[in-house]
């Protein structure tokens, strides 16, 4: 006998509703759920591989300790209790910034770990807090908070309902959207051109999406901050401003126009590449078509200017009266509104509050920029990171100059992973607490419905049964919590213990179930309840206007020009290309990297249903780049950096940009100890090996991940 279950897909943006055949034998199908409210059917491949990380005999299913070099099992309970010990007495010996934590993106997929994760790193109580974000979105979020006084407010583009989709440095064919959260976003992009509408990709390679729209143009790597300050100077010159019903919520606007006065586009051409008709035409575009929209992505965020371009793409969408309106971009109105409860929590946003202790990097949203993390841990003195604890991330593999931060890990007194793999970093550890796999608990998209397309809720519940005596992310996260900080005598053990039973009674979902019922659905009685009977989803409606209600800036304006913006605009302005005083080495190219619809994160290697046969980690670059360096089609190169070098196999392609390379992140399973059976057959090499951590936007120190330059040697006599 089977039974079939309606869940949503967390191993991406996407939120793709699923149906699950589960069998008696556990075998188990999966296939898109026609009836969802949101994906209507619409599903990728990488749904698969939840099935597959239940399964995977890899997966780590109870605590280890490292002995003598080597995992052994422990007890849950002896496990939580040395750990505390251990962060105890260092923060006792060292300070409490000695304990830091690095928490890696699939924390957004899960509820749990969204609401627990905040109260388990004020527990511990250090500066020295890291996550995925600072190389990936920080960027968005960054703009956000000056702009609209929220780092979580984000705008959404109105992909359903725009005649012109402008975007810069994103492969939605691939990632399926990215703060963005639009499942069959292919089609989507389809149905633009469709109704008679347009969409144009910069990109410095010919992507998976390039073959879905209507113009694609390559632009120089680095770049796209010099070609969107072209756009708003275009926009002004053209007398194009026109913000409609926003006149009377933006400030700054008579700052802006002076700004980009003396932009030339000839020269912003030969500094991007790009055309000069070709800015002028998309100039014109933004204001022949109605609605319009600009969108971008990590290509943008993760490079030199990236704060930057996200405060010009902003500026783009409200000068030409796209902001907070039908077919341009809109804030959502989710039934678990977190940006309200972050708000409540005290959580709007910091910035620039302290600095990295080595580098003097910024601190944003409380948070320390990764690509410090090395240093902070290698560079003796006051304050030196003594240990870390990673919670389902894999820092090694995912964050600048990865063999350095290798190096680092083994010199920390203590290292504990909150991971269900013994992967490149976790390998490292002195403990590995797992927890349960996605389709052993329930789930309830926190963050994504903030980020969606459309206004839905929907809940799912558990496929499968835990095993006894195994933990969810959030019960580990709590039990750590109740007995790390009782050093210094400000924490009573008795009365954090009382607050985890409390925790344990309650549950995740009755907080999800008191979130939706206070929310901004609360008049139309929506609740857990309602949500379990209604396994398809309840459609709240299409994005909606909501300013100036939505703004969080305490005059309820948008700041067009924050002063710390306007910062980080000087600082592009100084750059040496707008003077040409700077040339490329004849022997240098860009390095920009790229993802695969199967590989989200790097441990979805090792998931047979995501694993091809052919090998995905090669080098793309251009035949005539090639042909230079007398580099055959399919041969072995070496590519080099300032940190580093790795060898990779090349395919030759028309379809990148002539000094342009590319190589896919999430790679390099052969490192030691690392227990990833299938992935290791096909280990690729890592690109953050050659990546240098050094290299960051310098206002928001988020890392550069593209358009570090790199060497290119052939391999073979």
Sequence with gaps: MSQSVKRVCNLCEAMCGLTIELSDDQSMTIRGNKADVFSQGAFCPKSQGLKDLWQDPDRVRGPLKKVNGQFQPIAWEKAFQEIADRVNALQKKYGRSSIATYAGN????????????????????????????????????????????????????????????LMFGANPAVSNGSLLSSAGLSTKLKAIQHRNGKVVLFDPRYTETASLVSEHYFIKPGTDAFLLAALVKEIFARKMVKPGRLSSMIKGLDQLEPLFKDIDLDQVSSITGVRR????????DLQTYEPALCYSRMGVSTQAYGAVCQWLINLINI??????????????????????????????GSFRRRKSRVHQLPEFGGEMPVATLADEILTPGEGQIKALITIAGNPVI?????????????????????????????????????????????????????????????????????????????????????????????????????????????????IVDLGLRIGPYRKTGLSLKKLKESPDGIDLGPLEPTLPQRLYTKDKKIDLCPAPMLEAFQIFRNDPAWKQTQQDEADELYLIGRRNLKSNNSWMHNLPSLARSKNQCYLIMNKDDASRRNIVDGSQVQVSSSVGSIEIPVMLSDRIMPGVVSIPHGWGHDRKQVKLT????????????????????????????????????????
Excluded at 139 to 156: T, V, W
Excluded at 277 to 283: G, H, L, N, T, Y
Excluded at 452 to 473: L, Q, T
């Design 106 to 165: 699939p924390n957004t997929h899960n509820f749990g770990n969204l609401i627990l994760l905040p109260m388990f790193l004020r527990g511990i109580r250090s500066h020295n807090k890291f996550s995925a974000t600072s190389v990936d979105q920080l960027p968005h979020m960054l703009a956000s908070y000056l702009m609209f006084g929220h780092q979580l407010l984000l705008p959404i583009a109105d992909v359903d309902n725009t005649r012109y989709m």
């Design 277 to 284: 008709d070709v800015i002028e035409q998309v100039a014109k």
């Design 319 to 348: 000068l030409t009266g796209n902001f907070d309106k039908k077919g341009g971009v809109l804030f959502t109105k989710p039934a678990v509104d977190v940006v309200e409860f972050a708000t409540r929590a005290g959580s709007r």
């Design 398 to 510: 995912s964050t600048p100059n990865g063999r350095k931060l290798e190096k680092a890990l083994g010199e920390l007194e203590l290292q504990v992973a909150i991971d269900f793999y013994q992967n490149e970093t976790t390998a490292l550890a002195e403990y590995i607490l797992p927890p349960t796999s996605s389709l052993e608990h329930s789930h309830y998209d926190l963050i994504f419905n903030a980020l969606a397309a459309r206004n839905i809720a929907r809940f799912s519940p558990a496929i499968v049964k835990s095993p006894e005596g195994s933990y969810e992310d959030w019960e580990i996260l709590l039990e750590l919590w109740a007995r790390i900080g009782y050093q210094d005598g400000l924490v009573d053990r008795s009365k954090k213990f009382l607050v985890k039973k409390s925790m344990q009674a309650l549950g995740m979902e009755r």
């Design 678 to 717: 299938l992935a290791r057959k096909s280990p690729g090499v890592s690109l953050n090996d050659i990546m240098d951590d050094r290299q960051v936007d310098l206002f928001s120190g988020n890392a550069i991940l593209n358009g570090q330059r790199v060497r290119v040697a052939s391999l073979v006599q």
